[in-house]
């Protein structure tokens, strides 16, 4: 079972890590320069800035997250 809580800082190597799973497993459009652009942009940019909730294990582990405006 997950639990909801807003990211923590600490949560952004972990989001990033999701967000390349997904991204990689459903883009395959992309190219590998396209990724590595879009990808240090999120890493950098998008995800240390913006507000998420993340699901989490019993370890506080996050198996995803979601923003929503």
């Not at 807003?6 to 395959?28: G, P």
């Not at 999120?42 to 699901?55: C, M, R």
């Amino acid at each position: 079972m997950f639990t909801l809580r807003a990211a923590k800082c600490e949560d952004l190597a972990r989001n990033f890590e999701i967000w390349c799973t997904s991204v990689r497993a459903t883009h395959q459009f992309l190219s590998a320069e396209d990724f590595d652009e879009i990808g240090a942009l999120v890493e950098k940019s998008h995800l240390p800035t913006a507000d998420f909730t993340v699901a989490v294990d019993a370890d506080d582990t996050a198996h995803g997250f979601i923003g929503t405006t």
